[in-house]
């Protein structure tokens, strides 16, 4: 997907639980040209949608859950 003739850059957040554990990221592909000020921008929007994603993945048992699935396959 990032490989497409269409895709001009990419922005990529990571997703922190409030114990600061790796949950996951946002990858955003862009079509339009780079411009820094609408790179910013795009960034800051996509701050607030992980944000608004780490309660939701902290309080799930997110992690506990993929911790033990980790550990039965070993």
């Known amino acids: 997907f990032i490989s497409s003739q269409k895709i001009n850059y990419t922005q ?3 997703i922190f639980d409030i114990n ?3 949950l996951g990221f946002v990858l955003a592909e862009m079509e339009h040209p780079y411009n ?3 790179a910013l921008q795009e960034k800051d929007k996509l701050d607030v949608l992980v944000s608004q994603l780490v ?3 902290s309080y ?3 992690v506990n859950t993929t911790i033990e699935a980790t ?3 070993e």
């Open 60 to 62: 799930s048992e997110y």
């Open 12 to 14: 990529c957040v990571a």
């Open 20 to 22: 600061n554990n790796i």
């Open 36 to 38: 820094r000020e609408t």
């Open 55 to 57: 309660p939701i993945l």
């Open 71 to 73: 550990k039965q396959h």
